[in-house]
């Protein structure tokens, strides 16, 4: 009984509001302080940094047309196809690699090579192979999230306790079972991990190419607003891709952890 009535006490005084979050709301008020004030020091050209209600009034706007949406849609989809097919081809090279030290000691170097040099300088190819349309902007991003992807997995391969593959080897199972079967659980963590830098690295690389040469999309809106030096809706735009990039990246870790409470 005393137990319960030090548990219930020691409940009852836990703050409804931890110190971390208190802590975050305390550094987004202390940015938007700041942002304000400068937005009003005159210290800056004009309209660099728009006040708050001006970019509130834009977001607000921009929210209200729907040609931002249909040009939301063109780069959702182009982001979604660059995620599709450089996961999966980082997801089989990864694979490939990790379960094959021949070709991991030949290959996995440029690997390292290539993953950090910036994809922006191969545009020009892509314009050539692919045309000025949506084909370019989709391969830029597929060779930005092809690196990521590809180096998790494979160092993911090479966590897997041995003793599974054996048990998968000792019941015959063929190469597809032991990737469905065995590799694959068995590196979740590598997987979404790479999933979540891949769609980064894909964001950036797709809205790059956007801004570069195109006539639809949130890349070719937020250039063209630079353009006209219509800075709220430029700070507009950024905001609402910012709120998206962050709701489709804990999408993805929401992904994994629902994963993982089924295998539980």
Same mark, same amino acid.
């Not at 931890?18 to 802590?23: A, H, P």
């Given at each position: 009984?005393a137990?319960?009535?030090?548990?219930t006490r020691?409940a009852? $005084?836990e703050?409804?509001?931890?110190? *971390?979050?208190?802590?975050?709301?305390?550094?987004i008020?202390?940015?938007?302080?700041i942002?304000?004030?400068?937005a009003?020091?005159?210290?800056?050209?004009?309209?660099? *940094?728009?006040s708050?209600f001006a970019?509130g009034k834009?977001?607000?706007?921009?929210?209200?047309?729907?040609?931002?949406?249909?040009?939301?849609g063109v780069?959702?989809?182009?982001?979604?196809?660059?995620l599709?097919?450089?996961?999966?081809?980082?997801?089989? $090279?990864g +694979?490939l690699l990790?379960?094959n030290r021949?070709?991991?000691?030949?290959f996995e170097?440029?690997?390292?090579?290539l993953?950090?040099t910036?994809?922006?300088?191969?545009f020009?190819?892509? +314009?050539m192979?692919?045309? $000025?349309?949506?084909?370019?902007k989709?391969?830029?991003?597929t060779?930005?999230?092809?690196?990521?992807?590809?180096?998790? $997995?494979?160092?993911?391969?090479?966590?897997?306790?041995?003793?599974?593959?054996?048990?998968?080897?000792s019941?015959?199972a063929?190469?597809w079972?032991?990737?469905?079967?065995?590799?694959?659980?068995?590196?979740?963590?590598p997987? +979404? !991990?790479g999933?979540r830098l891949?769609?980064?690295?894909a964001?950036?690389?797709?809205?790059l190419?956007?801004?570069?040469?195109s !006539?639809?999309?949130i890349?070719?809106l937020?250039?063209n607003a630079y353009?006209t030096?219509?800075?709220?809706r430029?700070?507009?735009m950024?905001?609402?891709?910012?709120?998206?990039a962050?709701?489709? !990246?804990a999408?993805?870790g929401?992904l994994?952890?629902?994963?993982n409470?089924?295998?539980t």
């Amino acid at each position: 009984m005393a137990t319960t009535d030090r548990l219930t006490r020691t409940a009852a $005084v836990e703050p409804l509001v931890s110190s *971390v979050t208190l802590l975050r709301i305390a550094i987004i008020l202390t940015v938007l302080v700041i942002w304000e004030s400068l937005a009003h020091s005159g210290w800056l050209y004009r309209d660099v *940094v728009p006040s708050l209600f001006a970019i509130g009034k834009a977001l607000y706007d921009l929210l209200s047309h729907g040609d931002y949406y249909f040009n939301l849609g063109v780069t959702a989809a182009e982001i979604g196809a660059a995620l599709l097919i450089g996961g999966l081809s980082g997801l089989a $090279v990864g +694979i490939l690699l990790g379960a094959n030290r021949f070709l991991s000691k030949a290959f996995e170097a440029y690997l390292y090579y290539l993953g950090p040099t910036p994809k922006i300088i191969f545009f020009p190819v892509m +314009i050539m192979w692919f045309g $000025v349309g949506p084909g370019s902007k989709i391969a830029l991003g597929t060779l930005s999230c092809f690196f990521p992807v590809a180096l998790s $997995v494979a160092a993911g391969m090479r966590q897997i306790d041995k003793v599974l593959i054996r048990v998968g080897k000792s019941f015959r199972a063929s190469t597809w079972q032991m990737i469905v079967k065995i590799y694959m659980p068995a590196m979740r963590h590598p997987i +979404i !991990n790479g999933v979540r830098l891949g769609l980064g690295v894909a964001l950036i690389g797709t809205l790059l190419a956007e801004t570069k040469l195109s !006539n639809k999309g949130i890349g070719f809106l937020i250039i063209n607003a630079y353009s006209t030096f219509d800075m709220p809706r430029m700070y507009a735009m950024l905001i609402v891709l910012f709120v998206l990039a962050i709701g489709a !990246n804990a999408l993805v870790g929401r992904l994994g952890g629902l994963e993982n409470i089924k295998r539980t």
